[in-house]
């Protein structure tokens, strides 16, 4: 791929050439290998270089054409800006989009930093060892069917007829495990954990291997449990992925679109115990994929959406900000429309709570370490959800594993009904969270 330099000379020339005088222009290239195993042998071993740009043009009547390509010599820029240019005049009359007014606005850190990629062998061989640990940590886990060890190098840029240009790189690599039970007269159990970093050297494999084992193990001995109404916990991973299905509660465009739990009128009221916050922080320490701008070239930042549990801020785009006079966020992507979606969550406990908790000491609560199908048991418009589980019920540190259930509630009441929220803090792929504790919930038993 071209670099950004010569991309922009390519675009402004062929912009020149075809009388445009108005575009925008956001790529990416992955590269990326990736390798899976099963049982002593690899099963898999994929690398791609996936590259793309989405190019937006504005006709003299300031409608917009948008159109996408992985061709970016000068002859693909020129067919993209021509085939934009065109689709221009059957564009969208109302809320045009826009430039970002931010899109030339000096970024305080740009990341450029590229790790050396690893040999596909050394992949292997380090997937199959954590596969090998894993297997021997107990005689009832019999094999790890979802597993992966992958390393991707990422480039990003988005320029504009403005003048704004931008580019960052960075490399990640991550590992993911996933172990099955069998024990006779039993049913299989299984659970899994996830690393990430910037580099292979640091994953932390190790500690995914044990993470997955202890989990696994803890499921081995399980039982029936009672429906009714119970003392909840989630785990960091089950409450950001709880959140991220009822997103709408702070992204515009969805407010905007009449198909949000919020309007524009409900900042300022509490929406939440005031225990609990929660910011968007594309820049946070913790996020190894960071990302310094958004698909229309908008600075990334924090944003405070639940402060003491009062609902503060919106996710935007630059047409969002603009219908409802305020500033863009960088939380913007481009493709045949513009959408808005969180960066990274940040959740954690606000002041302090008058009662601690503690999990050696409570007594039969729930603790909830992963939701399932919540692509089929969220209501993400009406606020509630029924979803299967995979946790524990705790007696006094006595961890006893759920045969299987399913938790049902409504996520503004829920939000309400927090109790207690643990001070430390875990990474998972969608942000940092710690434990949270919910007064009451709904559990439904076999």
Known sequence: MPNINE??????????????????????????????????????????????????????????????????????????????????????KENVPDFSPEATVPLANTLNEKAPQAPVSELIEKLLVAEKELLAAHPAIKGVPYNGLAQRDIDRFYLNSQGALRTESVSLSSVYLYSKTEEEGKKPRSAGAYRINRSLENLDINGCIQETAE???????????????????????????????????????????????STPDDLGKQIASPLLSVYDDALHPANIGAESFDGEGTPTRQIRLIENGILTGFLHSAGTAKRLNTQPTGNASIGAKVSVSPNFYHVFASGNSEEKFSLETADNVILIDDLHALHAGVKSLQGSFSLPFDGWL???????????????????????????????????????APKIWVEELSITGE
């Not at 504005?58 to 002859?75: A, C, F, H, L, R």
């Not at 039982?223 to 515009?252: H, Q």
């Not at 006893?400 to 503004?412: K, P, Q, Y």
């Open 215 to 261: 989990k696994t193990i803890s499921h081995l001995n399980y039982d029936k449990i009672k429906t009714g109404k119970y003392r909840v916990i989630f785990s960091p991973e089950a409450f950001l992925s709880l959140l991220g299905a009822f997103s709408n509660l702070f992204n515009a465009q969805n407010i905007l679109d009449k198909q949000s739990l």
């Open 394 to 432: 705790i007696n006094k540190g006595v961890k006893t594993s759920i045969e299987s259930a399913t938790v049902a509630g409504d996520f503004l009441e829920l939000l309400k009904s927090i109790i207690y929220v643990e001070p430390e803090v875990a990474l998972t792929p969608g942000g940092v």
């Open 7 to 92: 991309i922009a000379t390519y675009a402004q020339d062929n912009a020149q050439k075809l009388g445009i005088q108005k575009f925008d222009i956001y790529g990416s290239t992955v590269d990326e290998t990736s390798v899976q195993v099963d049982q002593g042998e690899p099963k898999q071993v994929k690398a791609s270089n996936r590259s793309g740009v989405t190019v937006r043009v504005w006709n003299e009547d300031n409608t917009i054409g948008i159109t996408s390509t992985t061709d970016v010599d000068p002859k693909g820029l020129e067919l993209a800006l021509k085939t934009a240019y065109e689709a221009s005049f059957f564009g969208v």
